[in-house]
């Protein structure tokens, strides 16, 4: 297949660290790639985007998340089933696509070694939630461990080479790759702070939480717990959205602003919140060209300042539009949009046919509160906050004494509610340890001004009707 | 009170509206910064930007209030507004100027032919670059127009041969 001009070799913002060029073969085809890429990264770079075939009705897939999470880039690698997006190049690897079901065994259901840790706290998702709080505790000299199922710390903001809002303490005006990086280095700058990376944890049990990682399983156990998971892509249903090419919004800002690979030339958007116009304007940087951003909703959802960003470079903006079908063989080709009505129904007759190679879904994202309700913290379905979330105290323990939350997992918000929550969660955890002090409660009172002040916008209105179905007392901690 | 389109556009007149554009006399004067933050964002990076002290906030949650006589049109605060909202305008000059943040692709080149473009992407002229800074990976691009009314239309700009992508 060959040249594909997938690859970025100029970004005007990142500058792609790549290892030294190395073969790998897919079924016996060779291919260059860069040691140390995620390998569906590569095979997409390379045209590969077909990775497997679905068990049933053997309908070609390709990656869908790109953070291990959907299991629809499961190749043979090297005899063992693999997800190409977690699975890092290595010369002369042999991959090979899998026929039916992948086998338990080769999918690495093998016995590893397991490790037994203990901390004083316990911060599963090394996001910008989990970090700030870090940040608490490795001041304090907590022993503090960070676990991530990611290959680098920083969460969502790895991924965003943006500018980000906010104010002077909150790095407002860095971009989201250069916060991330600034944040890592104060990490590990405290002896206390341990992190162990792509480290899944997947379970809560009475020995304690269950993790997974490359070479050994983990049980870890702690006096506190913070789980900042963040949050996950929500999906759209239509006709052929299961086509190579056809992605989650994230995903795509995985592929091209982490391994330097555009999803597509000319992708489609749908949904105009911030994610999508930011992953629009993304792809510009990157050298796409956005055929689109398509809106079910009346206006834009996102902020204005996103929106105008990109239009000034020509991409249209349909609102009252959505995607009914996706088009193509063996990948996107071409979709068809159509207006909807008040109900967001397509109307008969007003469909049209779009050119692209990509449809990126950005419509919306799910507190990941898994983990959460392994711990048992009561949870609640609350539509304002992004869905089922954790109830808890305005200082962030939820209904589990000594179980805390913060971050999108806590409600979908921003980097900066994230930080702030972080931070009020870090000093919960830190008198949760060490007992209460006079001036750990007032800076811990000060935050909860600034967060706040932060949500006291008009924009944050519906955020603030959700907190307040969520926030409970403390004598409902039990 | 006027509304940016549902489609992402403010026009020059909500601008105007939201006290954002000097009066004729401070704009024949010389270069100033207009802002197009139409919305309560809880950010306040341009009134720490400024080396002038000319932009100030109450609450973050709440919009800049520009004082256009302490404005002198630096545009530090055009490479740092993480909205990309902010442009300066120069009407003294002739032809007159405008600048613009530019992150997409080629660096550009004092002297270089650039394609103008306005709010929805379309060209509306072309125009040569005059002077350009960089600040933290953004270009904080000059530009001249070729006619005083599109200092309010010109938001962007495009190298007119690098053709591929943005
Ligand atoms: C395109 C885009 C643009 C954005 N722009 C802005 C902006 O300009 N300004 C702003 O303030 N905000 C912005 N945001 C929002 C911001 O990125 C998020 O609100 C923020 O990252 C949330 O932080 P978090 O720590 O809660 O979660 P995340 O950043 O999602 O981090 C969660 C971490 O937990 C890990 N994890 C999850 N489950 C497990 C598990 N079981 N075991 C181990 N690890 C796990 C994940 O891998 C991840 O690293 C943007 C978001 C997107 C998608
Ligand atoms: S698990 Fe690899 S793309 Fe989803």
């Known amino acids: 297949m060959g040249y594909t001009g997938l690859r970025i070799h100029h970004h005007p913002v990142l500058t792609f660290r790549r290892g030294r060029e190395v073969t790998i073969y897919f079924e016996g085809e060779p291919i260059k790639a860069f040691e140390g890429e995620a390998l569906a990264a590569a095979l997409y770079a390379a045209g590969h985007k077909i990775l497997r075939y679905s068990p049933k009705h053997g309908r070609p897939r390709s990656v869908f998340c790109m953070i291990g999470k959907c299991g629809s880039c499961i190749v043979e690698v090297d005899g063992i089933a693999k997800r190409a997006c977690q699975e890092l190049v290595r010369d002369g690897m042999r991959v090979r696509r899998i026929k039916g079901y992948p086998v338990l065994k080769e999918a690495g259901g093998g016995a590893k070694p397991v490790e037994e840790v203990e901390a004083e706290a316990l911060i599963i998702g090394g996001g910008p939630a989990g970090l700030a709080a870090a940040e608490v505790l490795g001041t304090h000299g907590v022993r503090t461990l960070i676990v991530d199922d990611s290959h680098r710390l920083g969460g969502q903001l790895i991924k965003q080479t943006h500018r980000f809002f906010g104010s002077r303490e909150l790095f407002a005006g860095l971009r989201g790759f250069q916060i991330a990086e600034k944040y890592e280095e104060k990490i590990r700058s405290f002896e206390s702070v341990d992190v162990l990376l792509r480290t899944t944890a997947i379970g809560v049990f009475k020995e304690g939480v269950f993790a997974v990682g490359e070479e050994r399983n983990y049980v870890l156990r702690a006096g506190t717990y913070l789980v900042a998971t963040g949050a996950v892509e929500n999906y759209l249903p239509f006709e052929n959205n299961d086509l190579p090419g056809v992605m989650g919004a994230g995903a795509a800002q995985t592929l091209m602003n982490v391994w330097g690979v555009l999803p597509g030339k000319r992708p489609l958007i749908v949904g105009a919140g911030n994610v999508g116009l930011i992953v629009a304007y993304q792809l510009l940087q990157a050298g796409a060209k956005p055929a689109a951003i398509v809106e079910a909703a009346p206006r834009i959802g996102g902020w204005f300042v996103h929106a105008a960003k990109v239009r000034r470079y020509g991409v249209p903006i349909y609102v009252r539009h959505t995607i009914v079908a996706a088009h193509g063989e063996e990948g996107v080709e071409a979709a068809t949009i159509a207006e909807v009505d008040e109900r967001w129904r397509p109307i008969p007759g007003t469909e049209k046919t779009i050119e692209c190679d990509a449809v990126l879904l950005a419509v919306g994202l799910t507190p990941n509160v898994d983990l959460l309700r392994q711990f048992g913290a009561k949870t609640k379905y609350v539509p304002e906050l992004g869905g089922l979330t954790a109830l808890r105290t305005e200082y962030l323990e939820t209904t589990v004494p000594g179980v805390y939350v913060a971050g999108d997992v806590a409600g979908v918000e921003e980097a900066t509610t994230a930080i702030i929550e972080g931070w009020i969660a870090g000093y919960s955890m830190l008198m949760k340890l060490r007992g209460e002090r006079d001036e750990w409660m007032k800076e811990r009172e000060r935050l909860l001004k600034l967060l706040k002040t932060y949500r006291s916008s008009p924009v944050s209105a519906r955020v603030r009707a959700g907190l307040e179905k969520v926030i409970i007392g403390g004598e409902e901690v039990a | ?166």
């Open chain 2, 1 to 166: 009170m006027r509304e940016p389109s549902p489609d992402g556009i403010a026009s020059p007149d909500l601008i105007k509206e939201l006290g954002y554009v000097p009066n004729e006399e401070r704009l024949r004067k010389g270069p100033v910064a207009i802002f197009e933050c139409v919305e309560p964002i809880p950010c306040d990076v341009c009134v720490w930007a400024c080396p002038l002290k000319a932009v100030s906030m109450g609450e973050i949650t709440e919009k800049p209030v520009i004082d256009f006589n302490k404005c002198i049109g630096c545009g530090i605060c055009v490479g740092r507004c993480p909205g990309q909202a902010i442009f300066v305008v120069d009407l003294s000059k002739d032809p007159p100027q405008v600048t613009v943040p530019y992150e997409m692709g080629e660096a550009p080149a004092k002297g270089v032919e650039v394609e103008l473009l306005n709010r929805v992407g379309e060209p509306v002229g072309r125009g040569r670059v005059v002077k350009f800074f960089k600040d933290n990976l953004t270009y904080v691009v000059t530009v001249e127009v070729p006619s005083p009314e599109l200092v309010m239309e010109v938001r962007a700009v495009r190298p007119v041969r690098g053709g591929d992508g943005a």
